[in-house]
């Protein structure tokens, strides 16, 4: 797990208390690059140092959701389903969410092959190896769910009984690379991940294709702990929404989207339904 200490600007507000603020991010990309953009985050906002914040990339969502419930992590940025699983175990709650160029917080999931695959449909991979980003995904493995239980090809969360092996990554880009090294069929992840350039370098993407899409999906979401203050939340929802834009515009290449206030409960709703339909 690689650490890296950077600073948050808390909005020309006072110093906070002298315990560093811990934030966690999913591991969805790959480490060199999620390196790279801590860096670029901490030269941008050195110069309006407010508190010192260390970035860790755990590998568990367990270690998120536990990380906040008991304080050693103070904000996440999560799923949409993570963010809901978070809030029903009274760990955290929803601080901000992901808006893209558009002014929507939602976007869509797709199911992607190789280039040289046949399959037109997710129904032609009966049989076939599958990845999933990971089993706390809402873009690589919830909605596609949700997809396949309304096309009648899978109950609840049985996707095993459809496909062949299902396989289950911790983040997008290690179900891309399942798809990349055969041994999966397909791969389940965001939109973003095969149109944008932040998880896969433009010769693998050559390589791919999207089978199928399905959503909208909603945003990825900072969340905060419930033993962070409130006045203290606020500062550091100050601190986030001043990285959209101007010298510190750098919220989409850390976050992949800039980010807004929302109502909690609207945005959330999608996750809960489709959790409901599925049974899990």
């Known amino acids: 797990m690689k650490k890296l200490i950077l600073f948050a600007l808390l909005a020309a507000s006072p110093v906070l208390a002298a315990e560093n603020v811990m934030i966690a991010l999913k591991p969805d990309k790959d480490p060199d690059k999620m390196l790279a953009e801590r860096k670029k985050l901490a030269a941008s906002l050195s110069g309006n140092l407010g508190k010192p914040v260390e970035v ?69 991979l009966q049989g076939k190896p599958v990845a999933f980003s990971s089993r706390t995904s809402t873009s690589g493995y919830l909605v596609p769910l949700l997809d396949l239980n309304a096309r009648g090809l899978v109950k609840g969360t049985g996707a095993s009984a459809f ?55 909603p945003t990825h979401v900072i969340a905060v702990s419930t033993k962070v203050a409130p006045e203290t939340a606020a500062r550091l929802k100050s601190a986030l929404l001043a990285l959209n834009t101007g010298a510190l515009g750098i919220s989409e290449d850390v976050f992949s989207v800039n980010l807004k206030e929302v109502d909690e409960e609207t945005h959330l709703k999608p996750v809960r339904d489709a959790l409901a339909i599925i049974g899990e």
């Not at 959701?65 to 992590?73: D, H, K, Q, S, V």
């Not at 991940?193 to 993407?205: E, F, I, N, P, T």
């Open 163 to 217: 496909f062949g092996d299902v396989w289950f990554g911790s983040g997008y880009v290690s179900a891309v690379e399942r798809v990349l090294s055969g041994e999966a069929e397909a791969a389940a992840v965001s939109d973003y991940v095969l149109d944008g350039d932040k998880y896969l370098s433009a010769d693998q993407k050559s390589l791919l294709r999207k089978v199928q899409e399905q959503g909208p999906v």
């Open 56 to 124: 860790i990339v755990p590998m568990s969502s367990a270690v998120i959701t536990e990380g906040l419930a008991n304080g050693t992590i103070d904000l996440a940025f999560v799923s949409a389903m993570e963010m809901l699983k978070i809030k029903k175990s009274g760990a955290g709650s929803l601080l901000l969410a992901g808006v893209k160029p558009d002014g929507t917080t939602g976007y869509k999931s797709y199911w992607i092959t190789l280039a040289s695959k046949p399959y037109k449909s997710i129904a032609d």
